[in-house]
T-cell receptor, first 110, second 114 residues
């Protein structure tokens, strides 16, 4: 069973910030939170990951709740090219594998 | 050239046929994975390999087998294809840190079993 819970879909306006939520209430203390996105007809693409602290990179920011039971992927200015399915994924450090949930389909309106 | 290359990109096969999907990578990664994606769903792990001599079953390995021919090559076989194996198949790689630098996925193979 998927260990993460995300909204099925979200909508955003172009050039506005987008906050994509994820619940991972059963995450263990050593498991990382990864985010991937999948553009149409492509394989998933790594976006960002974190363990406890908030993280920033050129693509996005990741805000992790203090209790680690939830996180939020932040796209600072959505573009039409950001329309994709975004997956919040637990990385099991012990088994060294990703477990995907259903993802959030992000639609960006011009 | 892509870091992770999957062949073929599309394949239609008949029920009962044996089919092989191939994956090669230029990342120099030790770890390779095969995932399956059904419409509207996330990815599920079929098999994974942490090095050439290591093969492990994932959550949905029944009906599939794999071969790690070299560090750069990892193939997935369907011994006797059935219609419910119609899906999108992805190969992925990671270095030994796996969780630290993320996975790299191929573009997928769309398999249809009729």
């Amino acid at each position: 069973d998927a260990k993460t819970t995300q909204p099925n879909s979200m909508e955003s306006n172009e050039e506005e910030p987008v906050h994509l939520p994820c619940n991972h209430s059963t995450i263990s203390g050593t498991d990382y939170i990864h985010w991937y996105r999948q553009l149409p007809s492509q394989g998933p693409e790594y976006v960002i990951h974190g363990l406890t602290s908030n993280v920033n990179n050129r693509m996005a920011s990741l805000a992790i709740a203090e209790d680690r039971k939830s996180s939020t992927l932040i796209l600072h200015r959505a573009t039409l090219r950001d329309a994709a399915v975004y997956y919040c994924v637990e990385y099991n450090n012990a088994g060294n594998m990703l477990t995907f949930g259903g993802g959030t389909r992000l639609m960006v309106k011009p | 050239d892509a870091d992770v290359t999957q062949t073929p990109r599309n394949r239609i096969t008949k029920t009962g046929k044996r089919i092989m999907l191939e994956c090669s990578q230029t990342k120099g990664h030790d770890r390779m994975y095969w995932y399956r994606q059904d419409p509207g769903l996330g990815l599920r792990l079929i098999y994974y390999s942490f090095d050439v001599k290591d093969i492990n079953k994932g959550e949905i390995s029944d009906g599939y087998s794999v071969s790690r021919q070299a560090q750069a090559k990892f193939s997935l076989s369907l011994e006797s294809a059935i219609p419910n194996q119609t899906a999108l198949y992805f190969c992925a790689t990671s270095d030994s840190t796996g969780g630290y630098r993320g996975y790299t996925f191929g573009s997928g193979t769309r398999l249809t079993v009729v």
